[in-house]
């Protein structure tokens, strides 16, 4: 093997191996007195399972890209890799893989297995389920099946699921899709919940509503698709002018405005997490999901009672507390809630009926900045593609927009009605990933690296080797333009930092336990495998080599860097 390696080792590393062994090609960077490199040894690497017969072709599909890609599954190989990644890989090599991570709401459109399949072919990362909608029942059947895509199928797919949350909305329009408000009507919102509902009726989920408006505010549905001016308050009737004429769909958000601000009375005391919430929480738990997002959190101290309710109620299991950015309060106290978090989602939908729509932009941009600072995956959420929930191309608007998010490099994009709901929900995730790749390679392409500043994250001397590790692993990785950088990590954390420097080249992300494999899938750049290995850098290297290039996945003489969060080293080397 031509072993150009750099080794980088830290206090930690087993002191077997003598300097002398060190070859005259490699150097050494140290952070340490103790100098221990090691090296790789050339030999035939054996096979140690029959990985190519193993995989399966399950499924040939249009991948969105004019080409056809064959999608196999390796249930019972040494290594778990993504379906669609390897058919990428094998087929268009270590630059064509998509370093933004997608993320589709399931609803009526796509909850049936073929649908939920096309989705996790077309590149759904993640799959979320929003608990404003359908019944638990529901739910479970959804997040089952991803479940059963992924042991079947050889996907890794994430479930999130997304709380209610205490959102003030209004009911279900008895069963009808939408209602048209027209200009002039007069409609009653009601906190008394009519059945059958008359004409021209809302019931609204709050009992606060009718003490909270005063006759004159401004009732905005969905921020802003309909406007109404409170006239009336008879019992637990608000009567309301409609003043902008627009769709209402059900359980669309309310929220009431007074002298051009958001009004903020007793709603402002309703809990983040309501008990229902909590009930869904529970339900999420034991379904085993992997992240739960939290709807309108205010402060750090929700996201760090959930934190320790999950960890109390379900010691070890690993589930991601993503904190949705949509309200006042969240912005004011943005550091300490992403702090507490373990990543943020920019919630444009809500977020834009609470500030003017001009500041979602900059406070879009403040946002996932602060994520990658501060390490935490960041999700940009809600109208994306809008259009394409009635229409199969996307505006230039909304490719635009797209556009900015990758050029942001944000972690995740996520689709709601386009995928929950719309008629097009495999072309708009289609336009998601060329979108993404284009604007990914463009970025390459010009190399520009942005020079944002990541600040220390770390809390002990020993995960500071390892920022450092990863902050100089990447900066060498763009540098020579090597193929990939391998990283062997059991809790994760090291891949995280490496996806935090977003280098050009892939990260393949080695891991233990199919958990943190599937949490990883929502953060860029990162293509997590299952793989056992050991404490033997050598011995999982010459494994991993030998797995990946029998499955097609590398070929020798790609540069690769290979850093393990267990030795805290860093290795540059050709693929044997
Ligand atoms: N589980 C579900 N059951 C029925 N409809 C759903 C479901 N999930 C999502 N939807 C539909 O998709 C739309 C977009 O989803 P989403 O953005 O998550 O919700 P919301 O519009 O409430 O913020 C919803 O308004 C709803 O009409
Ligand atoms: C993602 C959002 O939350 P939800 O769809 O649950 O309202 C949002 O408001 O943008
Ligand atoms: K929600
Ligand atoms: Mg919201």
Redesign the pocket.
């Known amino acids: 093997m031509s072993t150009q390696a750099i080794h980088l080792l830290s206090p930690s590393f087993p002191s077997s191996r003598s300097l002398s062994n060190l070859p005259a090609s490699s150097r050494l960077l140290s952070i340490n007195p103790i100098y221990l490199p090691f090296t790789l040894r050339r030999h035939a690497f054996p096979l140690s399972c029959n990985c190519s017969s193993s995989h399966t072709p399950v499924l040939s599909s249009d991948n969105g890209f004019g080409s056809k890609s064959v999608v196999a599954h390796a249930t019972a190989s040494a290594i778990d890799v993504d379906a669609v990644t390897e058919a990428e890989l094998k087929e268009n090599g270590f630059r064509s893989t998509r370093r933004t991570k997608l993320i589709c709401?399931?609803?009526?459109?796509t909850?049936g297995p073929e649908q939920l399949e096309a989705l996790a072919v077309g590149g759904m990362n993640v799959a979320?389920?929003?608990?404003?909608?359908?019944?638990r029942e529901?739910?479970r059947n959804?997040i089952r099946q991803v479940r059963k895509l992924n042991e079947e199928k050889g996907f890794a797919v994430a479930v999130m699921m997304?709380t209610e949350g205490s959102e003030i909305?209004m009911g279900d329009l008895g069963g009808a899709?939408s209602a048209k408000a027209e200009d002039g009507e007069i409609w009653t919102f009601s906190v008394r919940s009519y059945s059958p509902l008359p004409d021209r009726t809302a019931n609204v989920n709050y009992d606060g509503f009718t003490e909270d408006v005063r006759i004159g505010d401004e009732l905005l549905v969905?921020g802003g698709m309909a406007r109404f001016e409170v006239i009336e308050k008879v019992g637990p009737d608000v009567k309301c002018r409609c003043t902008d004429p627009g769709l209402l769909?059900?359980?669309?958000?309310l929220t009431y405005w007074r002298e051009g601000s958001l009004v903020r009375e007793r709603n402002a005391m309703l809990p983040t997490i309501s008990s229902k919430d909590w009930l869904d929480i529970d339900f999420g738990i034991a379904e085993g999901v992997d992240f739960i997002a939290v709807s309108f959190v205010k402060s750090a101290e929700v996201i760090n009672h959930l934190k320790s309710y999950i960890a109390a109620r379900c010691p070890g299991c690993e589930i991601g507390v993503i904190a949705k950015i949509e309200s006042i309060d969240a912005l004011k106290n943005l550091e300490e809630i992403i702090r507490a978090s373990d990543g943020a989602m920019v919630a444009r939908?809500?977020m834009g009926a609470q500030i003017p729509l001009e500041q979602v932009p900059a406070c879009q941009q403040k946002i996932v900045r602060l994520c990658r600072q501060l390490n935490k995956p960041v999700i940009v959420?809600?109208q994306l593609l809008e259009s394409m929930?009635e229409y199969p191309t996307p505006t230039r608007a909304e490719v635009a927009d797209v556009s900015e998010a990758v050029r942001q490099r944000a972690d995740a994009l996520m689709l709601?009605?386009?995928s929950?709901?719309?008629r097009y929900p495999d072309k708009a995730l289609s336009v998601l990933r060329s979108v993404s790749l284009r604007i990914e390679r463009w970025w390459r392409e010009e190399k520009r690296r942005e020079a944002l500043e990541l600040p220390e994250v770390a809390s002990s001397f020993s995960d500071r080797i390892s920022e450092e590790i990863c902050n100089s692993a990447a900066k060498i990785a763009n540098n020579l333009g090597v193929d990939a950088v391998f990283v062997y990590t059991k809790s994760g954390h090291m891949a995280s930092l490496l996806s935090r420097c977003r280098p050009d080249c892939p990260i393949f992300a080695f891991t233990t336990s199919t958990t943190v494999r599937r949490r990883l899938n929502l953060q860029w750049g990162l293509i997590p495998f299952r793989l056992s290995f050991s404490d033997d850098m050598e011995s999982n290297l010459n494994r991993t080599f030998a797995l990946l290039k029998a499955r097609g996945m590398i070929q020798s003489g790609d540069l690769v860097i290979a850093l393990s969060d267990m030795l805290q080293s860093i290795q540059v080397m050709n693929v044997p």
């Open positions: 709401t399931v609803g009526p459109a909850c979320r389920v929003n608990m404003c909608h359908g019944t529901w739910h959804v997304d909305h899709p969905d769909l059900p359980r669309a958000n939908g809500d959420a809600s929930i709601s009605g386009e929950a709901m719309g």
